[in-house]
């Protein structure tokens, strides 16, 4: 072992990648520490070819590890980490979006690339060092990788663009960009931002190039300085394979030219708005072909690997008609956006809906407004029991793209669309302060055909309003493509794209936000890399779209609704004092739950004593909230109150007055004419009114009964004894603590 480490000091922080330490049977291995926050980035493939199949095997995984924070964490009987964090499969996908347009497309071998998180330092977040250890790690792997690449994250803090900014100054800023590329060129861009203007966001891209530049200097210096272990070769081949393989580049050819000269007549001649017309040119172009190959005395086998490539042949004449012609398949101009219609309320009994239809994609949002203990629980690598009152979820059904297949739980796309989605929202939301529940909002695509996420932003700001809460704007999204040839000299940015328009060449570029901003972004790329020219075109392009949609989702609804739906639960707020928590608890929860149990409430109670009770039920409120109002009340002098005998002793009889206090009343002040024993007027469970006469420096509360009654006429007071002692005035310390010891708050019960 011969370790070989490189620093460099990186936007204040020291940057160090070590080579030579770790994963030695890897074929690429890399650390990188930033700050105290260390990952671990290999690279694998496999020996062997994975035979029909007509797409890169590559595979990135983001592994967090609990140790890394020094947690340990997970169930009593569960001590080790399991499935991926949605946090960790967002990392993942990070990197995975970066890297993979550099690979060569026609590698078969399987490549995996697996970060694994060893240290967090609680400022320096993973993301930044994991995709420049991938980066390293790539570049010495021997693959044929078009690399190396960097990334980097862009904050903002009262106007000041700041590179790599800590977890704090994110928090504290209105922008969290994260950039991935070189200084000439964009690979891939994540943002959330908190209505950041579409030209300011140009320039924090500029600038995160410009803050790129130290970084992939220091890249390229160690690429002149670690030599890979083997560089990749594609695997001999004998000369029954050589003969294969030149029959088959054969038949491409022959593919590719018959395409060349017959794609216009099936998909130009005529514009073909829908998906299904276009796939039925697919087909009978697919068919035309497959005869045309066999004129050619094609062998079948060959035909059938030709047209399985038929797919990226018509993309690329596709392109090519956009880039000559400015002809889109659908007859769009290239800047022209997809019918779009929208409704609201269409379920009954949900708390609110949107349907958002752009094209032949449409998407139906849900809104379910809960308690403010339904919160999600974050408990992760670097996150401690912190709590999210959003959420988005993104569903992805067989069926909205025309498929039968199995029905499994939600997977990268699936947690990437929705969190996308919920970026763009989060910065609307009105604060808890105003709006306490819970929000959860399901996606569900019931068809899809280009842009679904940016289509479930549309109908889930549209659902928000319809279920009455309050979002300060509503949010559009537009997903802009381009077409270009392979060295970017020739390209053309294209709105609203759709199927056949999203191949080599191409991009994904997904911007969100209000009329007024861009709440998010997230851009996937299939060239080697963006120019500026190309990005701010996009931006610009992207706020037309975003606005139009916009007018129209307002034609539907333009503001969120003044009333929740009925079948919401409302919450009332009350304020209590801090000291009084946990008598509203109890010892073991038994008054909470006591209440709960009674009333069919919610209830959580926040450390500084602020109380939410929610409820579907408005008698079942009031109850609750009166009955925590008695907990907490203090007992005053002349105050009339009514309550059950709950003791009774020779001296007085004992009257619960609160639901947490009682008071005696002595046997002289049961009535005004004599009354030899409590139990001569009084039986336990009788329910009798009160007034407090008096509360001693002990604390007990002295009540009468008579005193709510005029002084008969002539009456004369005898004297009454002393008050015993024992026993107190409080059922053996009922207004005491009655929970020492336990957690004063703590949400939901």
Request: proline content about 5%.
């Amino acid at each position: 072992m011969n370790p070989q480490a490189f620093e460099t000091n990186w936007h204040g922080r020291t940057l160090k990648a070590e080579f030579g330490r770790f994963a030695e049977q890897a074929h690429g291995a890399c650390t990188v520490q930033y700050g105290d926050t260390v990952v671990l980035a290999t690279v694998v493939r496999s020996e062997s070819v994975r035979d029909g199949i007509d797409y890169f095997p590559l595979m990135v995984d983001f592994e967090e590890r609990m140790y890394a924070a020094g947690k340990i964490k997970g169930s009593r009987f569960i001590k080790r980490e399991g499935r991926p964090t949605d946090e960790a499969v967002l990392s993942g996908r990070l990197v995975d979006r970066s890297i993979r347009p550099l690979f060569d497309e026609s590698i078969r071998n399987d490549v995996q690339v697996i970060i694994t998180v060893l240290s967090v330092d609680g400022e320096n977040d993973a993301d930044v060092p994991a995709l420049i250890a991938a980066s390293l790690a790539l570049i010495t792997s021997g693959l044929p990788w078009k690399g190396p690449i960097g990334g980097i994250r862009i904050g903002r803090k009262d106007g000041a663009l700041i590179a790599n900014p800590t977890n704090d100054e994110l928090e504290a800023g209105d922008l969290d960009l994260f950039v991935a590329g070189t200084p000439e060129t964009i690979m891939m861009i994540e943002a959330g931002a908190k209505e950041v203007r579409d030209d300011e966001l140009v320039d924090a891209i500029a600038f995160a190039q410009k803050g790129l530049e130290p970084l992939m200097k220091f890249i390229r210096d160690i690429d002149g300085k670690i030599k890979p272990k083997q560089r990749y070769q594609e695997p001999a081949l004998s000369d029954d394979q050589r003969a294969n393989r030149d029959a088959l580049n054969h038949a491409l050819d022959l593919a590719r030219a018959f395409v060349e000269k017959n794609a216009g007549k099936y998909f130009f001649d005529a514009p073909k708005k829908s998906k299904q017309e276009r796939k039925d040119a697919f087909v009978a172009l697919a068919d035309a072909l497959g005869k045309h190959l066999e004129d050619k005395n094609i062998d079948g086998a060959y035909r059938a690997r030709a047209k399985a490539e038929l797919k990226h042949l018509v993309e690329a004449e596709i392109t090519r008609e956009i880039l000559e012609h400015d002809r889109r398949v659908d007859g769009r101009a290239l800047d022209e956006v997809r019918p779009i219609s929208a409704d609201v309320g269409l379920l009954p009994r949900t708390h609110g809906s949107g349907h958002f239809l752009r094209g032949e994609t449409q998407v139906l949002s849900i809104v379910t407004l809960g308690a403010p203990g339904d919160k999600q629980i974050l408990d992760t690598m670097e996150e401690d029991d912190t709590k999210k009152r959003y959420m988005h979820h993104y569903n992805f059904p067989p069926f909205s793209v025309g498929e039968a297949a199995p029905m499994r739980g939600p997977g990268r796309r699936e947690i990437g669309h929705g969190a996308l989605a919920e970026k763009a929202l989060m910065p609307v939301l009105p604060p808890e302060d105003a709006f306490p529940y819970t929000m959860r909002v399901v996606s569900e695509v019931m068809g899809s055909n280009g842009s679904s996420s940016m289509a479930s932003t549309c109908g889930s700001s549209l659902a928000l309003m319809d279920a009455g809460v309050p979002i300060v704007k509503p949010v559009a999204g537009v997903a802009i493509g381009l077409a270009s040839n392979d060295d970017m000299s020739e390209w053309k940015i294209l709105t609203d794209i759709q199927d056949l328009e999203d191949g080599k060449g191409g991009m994904d570029f997904k911007i969100a936000g209000t009329r007024d901003g861009v709440t998010a972004i997230q851009l996937d790329t299939k060239t080697t890399g963006l120019t500026p020219d190309i990005v701010k075109e996009t931006i610009a392009r992207a706020q037309k779209a975003r606005l139009q949609i916009l007018k129209e989702m307002e034609k539907t609804i333009a503001a969120p609704r003044a009333e929740l739906s009925p079948y919401a639960p409302r919450i009332e707020i009350i304020k209590i004092d801090p000291e009084k928590i946990r008598e509203v608890i109890g010892p073991g929860g038994k008054i909470i739950n006591k209440i709960i149990d009674e009333t069919g409430v919610s209830i959580d109670i926040e450390q500084d004593g602020t109380v939410f009770v929610t409820s579907d039920e408005a008698e079942g409120m009031k109850r609750a909230i009166k009955m925590i109002n008695d907990i907490v009340k203090e007992v005053e002098v002349g105050e009339i109150y009514e309550g059950p005998v709950v003791r009774l002793e020779d001296f007085g009889a004992f009257v619960q007055i609160l639901p947490n206090k009682d008071g005696m009343v002595h046997v002289s002040e049961i009535a005004w004419e004599h009354v030899e024993r409590p139990s001569d007027r009084l039986k336990m469970g009788d329910v009798v009114k009160v007034k407090v006469k008096e509360i001693d420096s002990l604390g007990r509360v002295n009540l009468t009964i008579r005193g709510l009654t005029e002084k008969p006429i002539g009456y004369e007071e005898r004297p009454r004894p002393e008050r015993p002692r024992f026993g107190g005035g409080d059922r053996g310390g009922r207004s005491g603590d009655r929970g020492h010891g336990r957690r004063p708050f703590g949400g939901r019960r």
